[in-house]
C-alpha cells in the first residue's frame, strides 16, 4: 500500500510518496523508507517541482546549505563530485532563485525529449525566483520533514561549523593597521619624553645613630617669678627619612631625684591609641530609659508572636537579642546550645535588619532583650539586664553593687518568711486572670524583707497588678548612708501560678 506524507505551510508544501519495508502495528503510524515520488508546491507556481529520491536528497541539502549562508554570511562550498540537481542563489536581500534541474522522465507530461534523432536524459532546468518569507517556508516545511522520525529515518541532515578559512575580514588592512601604528606612536613619544628627564642623582645613604647615643637632653630655662612650670614633656617628634634621629626630651624643672628617666616613662604608641578611640566609636550605646526599652519590649513581641511557627524542639531556646530605636531587630546571639541549633526554626533570621548592599549598619543605640522560645509555643520576651521596680530608681536585675547571701542555712531560714508575707498579700487580692506562670526574680535582705524584685516573663510584666510585690516592696530612705544601700541580699525564684499556687525557691538552689 502507498505511504504518503505531507508537510504544509502558507507559501510550501511538500508531498512525499513511498512504501513500506516493515509492517507496523494496526495502532502505530507506519514506517515510510522507500521514496517513490517527491513533490514540492510552491506559491505562485502552476506546476509543482517532482523527482525520485535524487531530487529529494539535492533538494533538502540544498535548502539547508543556503539558508546557513543566508543567517551567517559565510559561503561555504559544497563537498561532493557530482554536481547538485538543485542550486538556491541569491539575487538580491530579498528575492532568491531556486534553479533545479529535473532529469527527462520527470517532466510533467512525462514525454520524451529528441534532439538530432538522439534521446538526451536531461531537460531545460526550471528558475524559480522566491521571495525570503516563501524561502523560509520551505525551510519550515524541510525541517517538519527532518523531525518526522517515521518518514525516511535514513536520511539525517549533517551539520557542522564552517572552517575559519572560509570567513572573510569585515575591514580592511588599512583600518586593521590603525590600532598598531598608535601603539608605536606612543611608544615613540614616550621614549622621547623619558630622553629629556634628568637622571636623579644618587645619594650615598647616611648611617643612622642609635636612639640611646643621639639623644640628648637639655633642660628648660628656669620659670620666671610667679609662673607655674610644666607638668608635661613637649611633643616627640620623629623623623621618617634615613638621616640620623635625634629625639630631644625636655624635662620639666623638677628636682633630679624626682624626675622620672626616659627608660622608665615610654612613649604610648600612636596605633594602641588609635584602636582604643575605634573600639570606643565601635561599641554601641545601650538604651536603658525604662519607658523606651518598655515600648521596644511589646514592639519586639508582637512582631515575633506574628512570625512564630509550630515549634519542633525539645528545649527552650534563649537568645540575646539587639533591638533599635525604630523596633528593627539588629543583631540576636544565642544563649544555649539549643538555640545555636535550632536558630531556623524561629522567625529572627528572617526579621533580622540587613545593611542596604554597599553600606554597614551604624552602631545606633540598642535596647538588649531576653527572647525565649518555648517547645510549647510561648513566647517570652524580657529586657536582658531586668525591669525597673516601682520603688527603686535603679535595674533590679544589677545585684552586682549588693553581696548576696550563700549561705544555705540562712537561705533555708529567709525561705519561708518571703513565702508567708507573699502569700498572706495574695490571698487579699482577687482570683488570679491570667493563663500562665508569672516568673519573677526577687531581692531579700537580711531580715526577710523585700527590697527589688525582676519579672522574668512577658506575662509577669503585664499582670504586675494582680501580685503583690509591688506592695511589698521596701523603698531605701532618702537619709539612709550609702553604705546601707550595699547590705547582703538573697536571690529567690518565686512563681504565681494561674491555679493560686505559690512557689518560692532560692534561686541558685540550697
Avoid at 173 to 179: E, R
Avoid at 235 to 245: E, H, L, Q
Avoid at 303 to 318: E, G, H, M, W, Y
Amino acid at each position: 500500500m502507498t505511504i504518503q506524507r505531507q508537510y504544509s505551510l502558507p507559501n510550501c508544501t511538500l508531498i512525499l510518496e513511498g512504501l513500506s519495508t516493515t509492517s507496523a502495528p494496526v495502532d502505530a503510524r507506519p514506517l515510510l523508507s522507500i521514496l517513490i515520488n517527491a513533490e514540492c508546491h510552491l506559491a505562485g507556481q502552476a506546476a509543482p517541482l517532482m523527482g525520485g529520491r535524487d531530487f529529494f536528497e539535492n533538494l533538502v541539502n540544498a535548502v539547508n546549505h543556503y539558508a546557513q549562508e543566508f543567517l551567517s554570511g559565510v559561503h561555504v562550498p559544497i563537498a561532493g563530485d557530482r554536481p547538485s540537481l538543485v542550486k538556491l542563489q541569491k539575487i538580491n536581500p530579498h528575492l532568491h532563485r531556486l534553479t533545479v534541474q529535473q532529469p527527462a522522465d520527470a517532466i510533467q507530461d512525462h514525454t520524451s525529449a529528441m534532439e538530432n534523432g538522439r534521446r538526451t536524459n536531461q531537460a531545460a532546468p526550471t528558475e524559480i525566483d522566491l521571495t525570503t518569507v516563501q524561502l523560509f517556508d520551505l525551510v519550515e516545511a524541510v525541517d517538519q520533514f527532518f523531525a518526522d522520525t517515521r518518514t525516511l529515518g535514513d536520511l539525517s541532515l549533517q551539520l557542522a561549523p564552517a572552517s575559519k578559512r572560509y570567513t572573510t575580514r569585515q575591514e580592511s588592512i588599512a583600518k586593521q593597521a590603525v590600532p598598531a601604528a598608535i601603539g608605536v606612536s606612543s611608544l615613540a613619544l614616550a621614549a622621547v619624553a623619558f630622553f629629556f628627564i634628568p637622571v636623579p642623582p644618587v645619594r650615598r645613604p647616611q648611617p643612622v645613630a642609635k636612639p640611646a647615643s643621639t639623644t640628648s637632653v637639655s633642660p628648660s630655662p628656669a620659670p620666671s617669678p610667679g609662673t607655674q612650670p610644666s607638668s608635661s614633656p613637649s611633643p616627640v617628634s620623629a623623623s621618617a627619612t634615613p638621616s640620623p634621629i635625634v629625639v630631644a626630651v625636655s624635662p620639666t624643672p623638677s628636682p633630679v631625684a624626682t624626675s622620672p628617666s626616659p627608660a622608665s616613662s615610654p612613649i604610648p604608641s600612636p596605633r594602641t591609641d588609635v584602636n582604643q578611640i575605634q573600639t570606643a566609636l565601635n561599641t554601641p550605646i545601650e538604651i536603658t530609659d525604662p519607658t523606651q526599652v518598655e515600648a521596644l519590649q511589646k514592639q519586639l513581641y508582637d512582631k515575633l508572636d506574628r512570625a512564630i511557627q509550630t515549634p519542633n524542639f525539645d528545649q527552650s531556646l534563649v537568645y540575646r537579642v539587639s533591638v533599635g530605636k525604630d523596633a528593627a531587630i539588629v543583631n540576636y546571639k544565642p544563649a544555649n546550645a539549643a538555640a545555636r541549633d535550632n536558630a531556623k526554626q524561629t522567625p529572627l533570621p528572617a526579621l533580622v535588619y540587613t545593611p542596604v548592599a554597599g553600606s554597614t549598619a551604624s552602631s545606633e543605640p540598642t535596647a538588649q532583650f531576653r527572647v525565649v522560645f518555648k517547645p510549647t509555643g510561648a513566647l517570652e520576651v524580657s529586657p536582658w539586664h531586668g525591669y525597673l521596680t516601682p520603688s527603686t530608681p535603679a535595674p533590679v536585675a544589677s545585684p552586682i553593687s549588693s553581696p548576696e547571701i550563700a549561705d544555705p542555712a540562712r537561705l533555708e531560714s529567709l525561705t519561708p518568711k518571703l513565702y508567708k508575707q507573699v502569700v498572706e498579700s495574695w490571698n487579699d487580692k482577687p482570683a488570679p486572670t491570667f493563663r500562665q506562670d508569672l516568673v519573677y526574680r526577687v531581692k531579700v535582705n537580711q531580715v526577710g524583707a523585700i527590697v527589688g524584685y525582676e519579672a522574668l516573663n512577658r506575662p509577669a510584666t503585664d499582670s504586675l497588678k494582680e501580685i503583690p510585690l509591688p506592695g511589698l516592696t521596701k523603698a531605701p530612705s532618702s537619709t539612709q548612708p550609702t553604705t546601707a544601700k550595699e547590705e547582703p541580699v538573697a536571690l529567690f525564684k518565686v512563681v504565681f501560678k494561674p491555679s493560686g499556687v505559690l512557689e518560692v525557691s532560692p534561686w541558685r538552689g540550697y
